[in-house]
């Protein structure tokens, strides 16, 4: 787009349309922009290629391992680590403030500190599991993090502590073991996170990723803590989507595009995807056989606690906004609660709640979408109804000639809105 126009400077110039100063502007702007993105290309392949030159160690070590002693291997374990810090101090004490030697430098060392680990835990037969090696990895990592300010290195430690989360809670069926370091780690990561990236002007491609794992990161892992909760954690869940939901609407996480913004699209979706799963009348049959006796403290203490985050939030966001102007997912976590006590005492009424929920969530969507001319917000409005009716198709006995006129008026419905907003914009065009 940006060589288009500047092609088209010289033709624009000779219409009068701008002067020859506004066009000299405009070339000195494109100018600029493309050094910058030659400056990120250049950072990325930094980044790639510190981890290669680290997997090619490994790798070498790897096949001539064998044939070591254990001298010799403790030795070359750490070599990587002390080229690695040596230079790490040299950035630091030289002041060399080089974004692509400061976040290859940072992903070099975090794999260092890997093989580092390993290769001296083998030497020794020192033992321990896969989590505690992720663990100890992930610990000695975040100091890197804030000594050169490396993203790449926040980034690899939230997916290190996350897998170790699931490590420890999913695949060794340990439950709430994972839950007191996981949460210490990333809060170890937030400071640098909140300083580094939230003001506007720094908003840039690694918050864009770091924002998308650590949400990612909490989504997972909380269900770490929810063990013997029954359904009753799903209240956690929610009180969670709502609160990303907030965060994603305020100016602190605001990034004025939808992907971009991770809390908005994962705490909307999330929400969405809860309602429509607490929709089904068996949902509430299954959980209203439960002994809540049986119930794990740990899990209804965050339930608690999500539930008191969200509704804090809710209402400093209230406070700021405007009830209006408060997006209706934020609401979400006290409609479920609500309607899950309800849904407890009756099931047919519960899940009755639930679908009339969906539904006002999705004619507020649309409608949104109308308001903001955004045909993306309108089309998930009408998405969040086809899948309403896709689950209602499963679990009703209505004929299949009533169940596809439904979707023949939803069919209808896109098309119509998706031409009305598209008619609209081209008139005021």
């Known amino acids: ?153 926040a980034m690899l430690c939230i997916a290190g502590i996350t897998w170790y989360g699931c490590e420890l809670s999913y695949f060794t069926y340990l439950g709430s073991h994972a839950a007191p370091m996981y949460w210490a780690v990333i809060a170890s990561i937030l400071p640098n996170y909140y300083y580094t990236y939230l003001r506007p002007q720094l908003k840039n491609n690694f918050y864009v990723l770091i924002s998308w794992l650590l949400v990612l990161s909490l989504t997972i892992c909380l269900a770490t803590v929810g063990e013997n909760t029954g359904r009753l954690f799903l209240i956690a869940y929610v009180s969670l989507f709502s609160a990303f939901v907030i965060a994603g609407e305020s100016d602190l996480f605001q990034t004025g595009r939808v992907l971009s913004n991770s809390f908005l699209v994962v705490g909307s979706l999330g929400v969405v995807a809860i309602l429509l799963t607490a929709s089904f009348v068996d949902f509430w049959d299954w959980e209203s056989n439960l002994d809540v006796a049986d119930y794990s403290t740990l899990g209804i203490v965050m339930v608690a606690l999500m539930t008191l985050i969200a509704a804090s939030a809710l209402v400093v966001h209230v406070r700021s906004k405007g009830v209006a102007a408060v997006n209706t997912k934020a609401y979400a976590f006290l409609f479920f609660i609500a309607v899950y006590f309800i849904g407890a005492q009756s099931a047919a009424i519960g899940a009755l709640l639930m679908n009339l929920g969906i539904l006002v969530l999705a004619v507020y969507t649309i409608r949104s979408g109308a308001q903001q001319n955004h045909l993306g917000i309108l089309n998930y409005g009408l998405l969040i109804i086809t899948a309403l009716i896709l689950c209602r198709f499963f679990d009703t006995d209505l004929s299949f000639v009533v169940r596809g006129l439904l979707f023949i008026g939803v069919g209808v419905g896109f098309f119509g809105t998706n031409y009305y907003l598209i008619k609209q914009r081209r008139g005021n065009t």
């Open 1 to 153: 787009m940006s060589k288009q126009i500047l092609r088209a400077l010289p033709e624009l110039v000779q219409a009068g349309i701008i002067d020859e100063a506004t066009a000299e502007r405009v070339k000195v702007y494109y100018d600029h922009q493309g050094s910058a993105s030659g400056n990120r290309l250049f950072v990325v392949f930094g980044i790639l290629g510190a981890m290669l030159v680290g997997m090619g160690i490994v790798l070498i070590l790897a096949h001539n391992w064998d044939d070591l002693s254990r001298s010799v291997r403790v030795t070359i374990g750490i070599l990587p680590l002390l080229a690695g810090q040596i230079l790490a101090g040299r950035l630091i004490f030289k002041g060399i403030d080089n974004r692509t030697w400061r976040e290859g430098t940072g992903a070099f060392l975090f794999c260092a500190i890997g093989v580092c680990l390993s290769v001296v835990s083998q030497a020794y037969n020192m033992g321990g599991d896969l989590a505690d090696f992720l663990l100890t990895w992930m610990c000695l990592a975040v100091p890197i993090i804030y000594v050169l300010g490396s993203g790449t290195t």
